[in-house]
Each structure stands twice: as structure tokens, then as C-alpha cells.
């Protein structure tokens, strides 16, 4: 089945340590998004890829960049992480662009940091 | 901008009753509309989607939706509830840019269906 995976599922950190979450996709799609969700509230989008372009939401911290090295593959990297970091990180896809697209979504990554 | 209210936080119901989900937006453009599903440490599922034509929408786990445009609400229902839909129900709504634009999903802040038997 055609689907969004992320790995790994549960990642435990380190206060300030580097962090790298991955997905990776086999729907083809052109438009890779990263959600960050904190307990009990809606998810809030950091970024987005559309194919190569990146484009990133204002409100994202500097400290949260992202990769894309190939269609199927996006990456997440928190360069420091701090204990208000800690969250559930969704990566979605979507066809493209177009507003009425839907978004799929991966199972979520739930980041710990000590 | 947009923005979405989900009128309820939580809501607890006995297992085999219906269920409203309470849901309005804002916009000063055209929108779509979306309903998705989280179960616990998992990600979003797509129950249904408002885009244009009948107002009552079909999704899946028999859940359906009417998109309201002079109240600007799309409110989700099922008339009998599982056990198996207790989970948290997301609304979202993206506003049509036009063409290839982009347009940013904005979600509602959820309401936790508790389903009791």
C-alpha cells in the first residue's frame, strides 16, 4: 500500500543534542509538509516542500530546518533542542499544491527530551 | 486569515447513540473543508472532505458532514457510535488561492469523542 512512513516512531533526546526525524513517502507525491503537535492541541505546520522549493511558515523557530533530498525522503533536524521542543512531529504529503488536495498523513514521530 | 472553532473540547457519549461534532471556520474567500481522525500516538486520518456540489458529505467509519455557508459551519455526525470511535476529531478548512497557489490547512483545536459502553 501506497503510504507515508516515519521513523523512528518514539525518539528520546538529550537537552541540546541534535535531533534528526525522517519520513520518507511511496505516494509520489510533490509536496512533503512537517506538523508539530503538543499535547492536547491542533498540529502546527513548520514547513513545507513543494518539490524542491522550500517554504518555510514565519513562526518557525531557526532552530527546526528541514532536507529534502529526493522526492521520496524529507527530514526533520532540531539543532538544539529544548524541553518546550518535546512533541508529536507529522509529516504529511499531498499531490500537490492545490487546496482542495488532500494531505496524508504519517503516524508521527513523539519526541522526548530529557 | 482563517481560523477554526471546534465549539467542544470534549464530548462523552454511550456507545450505539449519535453523535454532532460541532465545528465553524472563517474566511473571506472561498474554502475547503476537511474532517480528520487521530487515534491515540497515531497520525491524522481523512474522514471526509467538503470541496464543492451537495452539501452532505460521506466519509468513512459512517460519519457524515453538512457544510453550512451562511453559518459557516460543518458540523460532523454519525448517527450510531462505537466504542472503537473514541478517538480525537480534528476539523481544518484551506482556503482556495486559486490555480496551483498554495493554501495553508488550519486546523481546529479537536474535541475528544469518549464513547462509553
Known amino acids: 500500500d501506497a503510504m507515508v512512513i516515519q521513523n523512528p516512531r518514539y525518539q528520546v533526546t538529550q537537552f541540546g543534542k541534535p535531533v534528526t526525524l525522517s519520513c520518507s513517502q511511496t505516494l509520489n507525491h510533490n509536496v512533503m509538509y512537517w506538523y508539530q503537535q503538543k499535547s492536547s492541541q491542533a498540529p502546527k505546520l513548520l514547513f513545507h516542500y513543494y518539490d524542491k522549493d522550500f517554504n518555510n511558515e514565519a513562526d518557525t523557530p531557526d532552530n527546526f530546518q528541514s532536507r529534502r533530498p529526493n522526492t521520496s525522503f524529507c527530514f526533520l533536524d532540531i539543532r538544539s533542542p529544548g524541553l518546550g521542543d518535546a512533541a508529536m512531529y507529522l509529516c504529511?504529503?499531498?499531490?500537490?499544491?492545490?487546496?482542495?488536495?488532500?494531505?496524508?498523513f504519517g503516524p508521527g514521530t513523539r519526541l522526548t527530551v530529557l | 486569515a482563517q481560523s477554526v472553532t471546534q465549539l467542544d473540547s470534549q464530548v462523552p457519549v454511550f456507545e450505539e447513540a449519535p453523535v454532532e461534532l460541532r465545528c465553524n471556520y472563517s474566511?473571506?474567500?472561498?474554502?475547503?473543508l476537511f474532517w480528520y481522525v487521530q487515534y491515540p500516538n497515531q497520525g491524522l486520518q481523512l474522514l471526509l472532505k467538503?470541496?464543492?456540489?451537495?452539501?452532505l458529505v460521506k466519509g468513512i467509519n459512517g460519519f457524515e458532514a453538512e457544510f453550512n455557508k451562511s453559518q459557516t459551519s460543518f458540523h460532523l455526525r454519525k448517527p450510531s457510535v462505537h466504542i472503537s470511535d473514541t478517538a480525537e476529531y480534528f476539523c481544518a478548512v484551506r482556503e482556495d488561492a486559486g490555480g496551483t497557489s498554495y493554501g495553508k490547512l488550519t486546523f481546529g483545536q479537536g474535541t475528544i469523542l469518549t464513547v462509553h459502553p
Open positions: 474566511s473571506s474567500v472561498s474554502v475547503y
Open positions: 504529511a504529503t499531498s499531490r500537490d499544491q492545490r487546496a482542495y488536495n488532500e494531505q496524508f
Open positions: 467538503y470541496l464543492s456540489g451537495s452539501t
